[in-house]
């Protein structure tokens, strides 16, 4: 995750202070948002940074200046080392996420033996969260199987759908939830880790729950008996015996979209 303030400053002598920081922006609108951050002591504005602590490496700096200013945490994943899970895991803050938890080699959860590694355990005993993250390429039902037996069930279970993943395998955020009712994660579970948990994990507990005052958002779904085919990004294919379907689609507390028989 690259070099510590005091490498660079042994490399650098002739700067004393290192900072690290980020830009910010929002596109889709008319023009790009960038977020700004006021200093009060210089009465301007500018993008998030701060200095680099002793140990820490001017990248994490940037990250974690970042997700100080706006108050949300951290959401990171690893692919291909460097740097390396454990690296990454020991750098993140209680409340910061960890997604594609489920993800098969490189960069699993579990070692060569089937254990969970030690880092993992050590990082949710801290308070990291884990997200499923299913996409093209980050949800093995080897690893997904193991983990559950294990009583490791994800925080948070998201389908990643994008333009690589959106006809398969992930295709959306019930078949992911399909996937893991018949994995054998509890119901409960599935739906708190799609819905409330994910909305507390930003800030945003108004959201995934029906208490009163509520935005007024829900999904009636009904869960269907047969044999249905599900696939990994591994290509492993098993066949479930339920799946669930969404009924209605409720938003602001007014049915949104029916499903069609």
Excluded at 120 to 133: K, M, N, S, T, Y
Excluded at 173 to 184: D, E, N, P, R
Excluded at 225 to 240: A, H, I, K, M, S
Aim: glycine share 10%.
């Amino acid at each position: 995750m690259g070099r510590t303030s005091d490498r660079l400053r042994s490399e650098n002598p002739g700067i004393s202070v290192w900072a690290g920081g980020g830009v910010v922006v929002r596109e889709g609108g008319d023009v790009p948002e960038f977020l700004l951050v006021y200093r009060p002591h210089r009465k301007d504005w500018t993008f998030p940074k701060g200095k680099v602590g002793p140990d820490e490496m001017l990248r994490s700096c940037a990250l974690r200046e970042v997700a100080e200013e706006t108050g949300l945490p951290l959401m990171t994943h690893v692919d291909f080392p460097p740097p390396d899970r454990d690296e990454v895991l020991n750098f993140m803050r209680p409340g910061d996420i960890w997604t594609h938890c489920f993800r098969p080699f490189p960069n699993a959860a579990l070692d060569g033996k089937g254990s969970i590694r030690d880092a993992v355990i050590r990082a949710r005993e801290r308070g990291i969260l884990f997200d499923l993250g299913h996409g093209a390429g980050s949800l093995s039902f080897n690893v997904s199987r193991s983990m559950l037996e294990k009583e490791f069930l994800p925080d948070t279970i998201s389908s990643d759908v994008h333009q690589v993943s959106i006809d398969g395998p992930a295709f959306d955020i019930l078949v992911t939830m399909s996937k893991f009712l018949c994995l054998g994660m509890p119901l409960v579970e599935i739906i708190r880790a799609s819905t409330s948990t994910p909305a507390k994990s930003i800030g945003r507990p108004e959201l995934g729950n029906l208490k009163v005052g509520s935005p007024g958002d829900a999904v009636v779904i009904s869960i269907e008996d047969g044999q249905f085919e599900y696939r990994d990004v591994t290509d492993e294919v098993f066949l479930g015996k339920q799946r669930m379907v969404a009924e209605k689609v409720v938003v602001g507390g007014e049915i949104w979209k029916e499903r069609e028989h």
